[in-house]
C-alpha cells in the first residue's frame, strides 16, 4: 500500500474546526457522495452540520447546506454529534442515527442522558424524513461515536453504539479519580419488517474488565467474515494506569451482534499485539478485491499509550481473517506529525470512503492541535489517498 496524496480541503472557520459527521456513496451505481460536516466549539461541543454533495466521484463538491443546528433549551442548549450512516444499495436509502445531547448551562455533561435519533434521505427525491427518537433504553444513554454501520449477508444492520456501565444505583461508573465515564459496546440491530419498515433492538454489551481498560470499551468498529462471525475491534484505554499496556480490544459473535466473546487484545500475525491509544477505528472491506482492512492509531514510533495520546502516526492495515489479526507486514501510514508540529497533533476524527473508480482509500479528517497544544482549534480538515493492495 502506499500514501498517493495529501490535501488540505477546508480551513477552519474564526477558530471552529471542521468536525466530521459522516461520509458515503447515496447510489447504487454511479459516483455519487454525500459529506457532513460540522463545526467544534469546544472539545466534544459539536454544531451547525451541514451537507455537501458531489456528482463526480469527490472531484467537485456542492457548497454546504445546513442540516442539524442546536438549539437553546430549558437547563441548556440541545446539540447534535456523530450521525452514522449507512447507504442501503438494496432500498437505495441512507439510514442515519444520530446523537441529542443536552449540554446543561451549555456545557460537557459526561453523565447526561444521550437518546437517538433515525432520519432516512431518499437520493431519489433529495428529502429527508422527519427524525423520530428510537427509544431502546429508556432514560437511559445510548449513543452513537466514530460508528462505521454495516450490512450483513443476512440482511441485518448493524450500528455500533455504546453506553456507560451503571452502578448499583443506576449512576454511571467512572474507575476511582477518572472524570469520564467507563462504558461498554454494543450493537443496534436494525431488521426490515413485512411492510418494509426497520424495526431496531439492542445486542447484549462486550464483557468489560476494568483493570484492563480503564475507561471500559467504546467506539467499536464491526466487520463480517467470511463464516458468518462478526470481528468487533473496541477502543481501549490505559490513562488510569500508563504503565500497564493499551491496546484495541478484539471479540467476536456468532450470533448477529446478539452475544460477545470475552475481548482481547487486538493481535498481529507477526510478535506480540501492538499498543494503541484511546482513539476509534474503522473496519472496512474493498469491494473491489474483498480484502478486509483496519484504519486507526497504532504505536509504532517509540512512544507509547497514555489514555488518549499519541493520535499519531494513522495508519491502514490489511487483516488476516483467520486466525484474526493485523498483518504488520502491510502497516502503511496515512498521516502523521511533521517537523516542527506539537506532540498533541492529531489525525483520529476522520472519515473515509473506498473509490469505486480506482479502489483507493480517501480518508477525510481535521488536525486538530497541528499549529498549537494551545490553540488547538485553529486547525484544517484534510484529504487523504491511498492505494490498497
Same mark, same amino acid.
Given at each position: 500500500?502506499?500514501?498517493?496524496?495529501?490535501?488540505?480541503?477546508?480551513?477552519?472557520?474564526? !477558530? *471552529? +474546526? $471542521?468536525?466530521? #459527521?459522516? =461520509?458515503? &456513496?447515496?447510489?447504487?451505481?454511479?459516483?455519487?457522495?454525500?459529506?457532513?460536516?460540522?463545526?467544534?466549539?469546544?472539545?466534544?461541543?459539536?454544531?451547525?452540520?451541514?451537507?455537501?454533495?458531489?456528482?463526480?466521484?469527490?472531484?467537485?463538491?456542492?457548497?454546504?447546506?445546513?442540516?442539524?443546528? !442546536? *438549539? +437553546? $433549551?430549558?437547563? #441548556?442548549? =440541545?446539540? &447534535?454529534?456523530?450521525?452514522?450512516?449507512?447507504?442501503?444499495?438494496?432500498?437505495?436509502?441512507?439510514?442515519?442515527?444520530?446523537?441529542?445531547?443536552?449540554?446543561?448551562?451549555?456545557?460537557?455533561?459526561?453523565?447526561?442522558?444521550?437518546?437517538?435519533?433515525?432520519?432516512?434521505?431518499?437520493?431519489?427525491?433529495?428529502?429527508?424524513?422527519?427524525?423520530?427518537?428510537?427509544?431502546?433504553?429508556?432514560?437511559?444513554?445510548?449513543?452513537?461515536?466514530?460508528?462505521?454501520?454495516?450490512?450483513?449477508?443476512?440482511?441485518?444492520?448493524?450500528?455500533?453504539?455504546?453506553?456507560?456501565?451503571?452502578?448499583?444505583?443506576?449512576?454511571?461508573?467512572?474507575?476511582?479519580?477518572?472524570?469520564?465515564?467507563?462504558?461498554?459496546?454494543?450493537?443496534?440491530?436494525?431488521?426490515?419488517?413485512?411492510?418494509?419498515?426497520?424495526?431496531?433492538?439492542?445486542?447484549?454489551?462486550?464483557?468489560?474488565?476494568?483493570?484492563?481498560?480503564?475507561?471500559?470499551?467504546?467506539?467499536?468498529?464491526?466487520?463480517?467474515?467470511?463464516?458468518?462471525?462478526?470481528?468487533?475491534?473496541?477502543?481501549?484505554?490505559?490513562?488510569?494506569?500508563?504503565?500497564?499496556?493499551?491496546?484495541?480490544?478484539?471479540?467476536?459473535?456468532?450470533?448477529?451482534?446478539?452475544?460477545?466473546?470475552?475481548?482481547?487484545?487486538?493481535?498481529?500475525?507477526?510478535?506480540?499485539?501492538?499498543?494503541?491509544?484511546?482513539?476509534?477505528?474503522?473496519?472496512?472491506?474493498?469491494?473491489?478485491?474483498?480484502?478486509?482492512?483496519?484504519?486507526?492509531?497504532?504505536?509504532?514510533?517509540?512512544?507509547?499509550?497514555?489514555?488518549?495520546?499519541?493520535?499519531?502516526?494513522?495508519?491502514?492495515?490489511?487483516?488476516?481473517?483467520?486466525?484474526?489479526?493485523?498483518?504488520?507486514?502491510?502497516?502503511?501510514?496515512?498521516?502523521?506529525?511533521?517537523?516542527?508540529?506539537?506532540?498533541?497533533?492529531?489525525?483520529?476524527?476522520?472519515?473515509?470512503?473506498?473509490?469505486?473508480?480506482?479502489?483507493?482509500?480517501?480518508?477525510?479528517?481535521?488536525?486538530?492541535?497541528?499549529?498549537?497544544?494551545?490553540?488547538?482549534?485553529?486547525?484544517?480538515?484534510?484529504?487523504?489517498?491511498?492505494?490498497?493492495?
Amino acid at each position: 500500500m502506499e500514501l498517493l496524496a495529501a490535501e488540505h480541503f477546508r480551513t477552519h472557520v474564526n !477558530g *471552529r +474546526p $471542521v468536525v466530521n #459527521g459522516f =461520509l458515503s &456513496y447515496i447510489h447504487t451505481r454511479e459516483p455519487h457522495l454525500m459529506l457532513c460536516t460540522g463545526y467544534e466549539d469546544y472539545s466534544d461541543g459539536y454544531d451547525d452540520f451541514e451537507l455537501s454533495l458531489s456528482r463526480d466521484n469527490g472531484h467537485t463538491w456542492t457548497a454546504p447546506k445546513p442540516w442539524l443546528r !442546536g *438549539r +437553546p $433549551v430549558p437547563g #441548556g442548549r =440541545l446539540r &447534535y454529534a456523530e450521525p452514522a450512516a449507512l447507504f442501503d444499495e438494496d432500498t437505495g436509502k441512507l439510514i442515519v442515527l444520530v446523537d441529542e445531547n443536552l449540554y446543561p448551562d451549555d456545557k460537557l455533561d459526561t453523565d447526561s442522558t444521550i437518546k437517538l435519533i433515525q432520519t432516512t434521505y431518499d437520493p431519489a427525491t433529495g428529502q429527508w424524513t422527519p427524525r423520530q427518537h428510537l427509544d431502546l433504553t429508556p432514560g437511559r444513554y445510548l449513543a452513537m461515536s466514530f460508528s462505521f454501520p454495516i450490512k450483513t449477508s443476512k440482511g441485518q444492520l448493524l450500528f455500533p453504539a455504546m453506553r456507560p456501565l451503571l452502578d448499583e444505583k443506576g449512576k454511571p461508573v467512572h474507575y476511582q479519580g477518572c472524570w469520564a465515564t467507563a462504558d461498554e459496546s454494543l450493537t443496534v440491530i436494525g431488521e426490515y419488517a413485512a411492510d418494509g419498515e426497520l424495526r431496531w433492538q439492542l445486542g447484549l454489551p462486550v464483557p468489560v474488565d476494568l483493570e484492563r481498560s480503564s475507561r471500559g470499551l467504546n467506539e467499536n468498529t464491526l466487520a463480517e467474515l467470511g463464516d458468518g462471525r462478526i470481528a468487533m475491534i473496541c477502543r481501549g484505554d490505559n490513562s488510569m494506569y500508563p504503565e500497564r499496556p493499551g491496546y484495541k480490544w478484539l471479540s467476536f459473535s456468532e450470533d448477529n451482534a446478539r452475544t460477545w466473546s470475552v475481548p482481547m487484545p487486538l493481535p498481529c500475525d507477526q510478535g506480540e499485539p501492538l499498543e494503541s491509544s484511546a482513539t476509534g477505528s474503522a473496519l472496512f472491506r474493498s469491494p473491489q478485491t474483498g480484502k478486509l482492512y483496519w484504519l486507526g492509531n497504532l504505536c509504532i514510533q517509540g512512544e507509547r499509550p497514555k489514555g488518549n495520546y499519541p493520535r499519531v502516526p494513522l495508519v491502514v492495515a490489511q487483516v488476516q481473517e483467520e486466525p484474526f489479526a493485523l498483518k504488520r507486514d502491510t502497516i502503511t501510514v496515512v498521516g502523521q506529525r511533521q517537523f516542527g508540529e506539537p506532540a498533541q497533533v492529531q489525525m483520529s476524527n476522520f472519515r473515509f470512503y473506498v473509490d469505486r473508480e480506482s479502489g483507493d482509500l480517501v480518508v477525510f479528517v481535521t488536525r486538530y492541535a497541528e499549529r498549537s497544544a494551545v490553540d488547538w482549534m485553529i486547525a484544517d480538515y484534510y484529504r487523504y489517498r491511498v492505494v490498497l493492495t
